[in-house]
């Protein structure tokens, strides 16, 4: 079974940046030029727009203003107060501009001595072609930042998708922080919905039928919500067995956690930050402790649906090569539920044509 990156489950230790390393790295980065995928949300910039253009609408009236005064009385030193208003404006836009972009130089640099004691890359912006229910949807969507690994068997990588959804004054930014793990072998679609992170109803971007919830033994229903296709029941709680829902519940209880192909794929609301210890220690969780749970399950399930599927174990005692696993069409993703809301604006239209139909041919 393919092993996780040991330096992931045995870091090396984490070298800070000293001073001179922050001032080169500024340095670079003027040089040749950076792509600033961290700077601060749509959101946030335009609120400083606005308080900018605010701000200089007012200056640009008090100066029109002085002009006129110091014209009529020729006394033009009445422009030396906006003037300087203006000027010191300009120059805390321009000083607050190098402190933000300073300082996400600095986390970057952290964020890369993070990954590599911990043998992984650092990348920023950039797409990301993931099955699961957070990918694929919205406008714009694509890698803030990310690590991946470099040694090891196991494909794992973490950092912060971001997509946004709907226009003009509704548009709405979506980040999350995910971690993606490679299995071995392909598993049905099952999704763990943690309660821990629902406020007020599931943090899901997709709603899933509930005819396909399915009850965990023991107070499992207390922190996950689990969804299986129609008929993988079984094959559901062979993978979620008592010993690996127990792991979840102490490593990842409040992750939602999604099983897609051969990926295991844990994701929560908010963006991630590579640079601090909680986050690696979280990837740790997820991507060794956890991940090995579910990767052992995957190295042994076969869909009996599919003819031929035959386990490691079989094909050792038929004595021919175990084919790829796969599993059957049905298995392979869950059945989305048409919220209510998609149904009130056809119906309202229909109902509409109908009276005016009425009238008119009436």
């Known amino acids: 079974m393919p092993e996780v990156a040991p330096s992931l489950a045995d870091p090396r230790p984490v070298r800070i940046p000293t001073h001179a390393e922050y001032v080169d790295n500024r340095r670079d980065a003027r040089e040749f030029g950076h792509d600033f995928a961290l700077l601060p949300t749509l959101g946030a910039a335009a609120v400083v727009a606005v308080a900018a253009a605010t701000a200089v609408v007012i200056a ?149 039928s509930r005819h396909q919830r399915l009850s965990l033994e023991g107070d499992f229903d207390r922190w996950f919500q689990l969804y299986a296709p129609s008929g993988y029941e079984t094959d559901a709680l062979y993978v979620f067995t008592p010993d690996l829902m127990a792991l979840l519940i102490d490593q990842a209880g409040a992750d939602d956690v999604e099983l897609v192909d051969d990926w295991m794929i844990g994701y929560r609301k908010g963006p991630a930050d590579l640079a601090s210890p909680e986050f690696w220690e979280r990837l740790r969780r997820l991507g060794v402790t956890v991940a090995d749970g579910v990767a052992k399950r995957a190295a042994r399930y076969r869909d009996d649906r599919v003819t031929g599927n035959l386990r490691p174990a079989e094909a050792i005692l038929a004595g021919v090569a175990a084919p790829p696993a796969r599993v059957a069409t049905p298995g392979r993703r869950l059945r989305r539920r048409v919220s209510w809301r998609t149904w009130v604006v056809p119906v309202i239209a229909a109902v509409w044509i109908a009276i005016i139909a009425g009238r008119v041919f009436g």
């Open 60 to 208: 640009v009236l008090a100066l029109e203003d002085a002009v006129r005064s110091s014209t009529t009385t020729d006394d033009w030193s009445s422009l030396a107060g906006p003037l300087l208003g203006i000027g010191t404006f300009v120059g805390v836009l321009v000083l607050a501009y190098r402190v933000i972009v300073g300082r996400m130089l600095d986390r970057e640099l952290r964020a890369q001595r993070w990954a590599e004691a911990h043998g992984f890359a650092y990348e920023t912006g950039g797409e990301l072609h993931l099955p699961g229910l957070i990918f694929g949807i919205g406008d714009d969507p694509h890698v803030v930042e990310r690590v991946r690994s470099l040694d090891g068997a196991r494909s794992v990588e973490a950092g912060t998708y971001r997509y946004t959804t709907g226009s003009r004054k509704s548009r709405t930014i979506h980040e999350w922080t995910y971690v993606a793990v490679r299995l071995e072998a392909p598993l049905p679609h099952l999704v763990l919905d943690a309660r821990a992170n629902d406020l007020g109803g599931s943090n899901l971007p997709a709603s899933l």
